[in-house]
């Protein structure tokens, strides 16, 4: 079990910067990626940006490409913001992926512990 705590989370006008942070802890060496998807109102709960732990290869969603950047160290995960558009408003989930293999990256099914979110929210 992995415990994770996203933060970082706010308001700000479409054209600015934000920087969301997640902290984990537990049994983080059993970590093979970890991601973050957003989930707005009335929608699915979507893919954003994953990066694997061994090797810090990194993937994004085509929405988010040329303005998000995803990071991490030995155990906690980064997503910088920029560029904000008002359709990047939603709820921000950090995800932990045990294994190696299963579903896509993507896939919110790949993913075995989930944080409690932070709310982004972009105004115009």
């Known amino acids: 079990q992995v415990q994770l705590v996203e933060s970082g989370g706010g308001l700000v006008q479409a054209g600015g910067s934000l920087r969301l942070s997640c902290a984990a802890s537990?049994?983080?060496?059993?970590?093979?990626?970890m991601g973050w998807f957003r989930q707005a109102p009335g929608k699915e709960r979507g893919f954003v940006a994953a990066i694997t732990w061994g090797g810090g290869s990194t993937f994004y969603a085509d929405s988010v490409k040329g303005r998000f950047t995803i990071s991490r160290d030995s155990d906690k995960m980064y997503l910088q913001m920029n560029s904000l558009k008002p359709e990047d408003t939603a709820v921000y989930y950090c995800a932990h992926a045990r294994a190696p293999y299963g579903a896509g990256i993507g896939d919110l099914r790949r993913y075995d512990d989930w944080g409690q979110g932070t709310q982004v929210t972009v105004s115009s």
């Open positions: 537990g049994r983080t060496f059993v970590t093979y990626a």
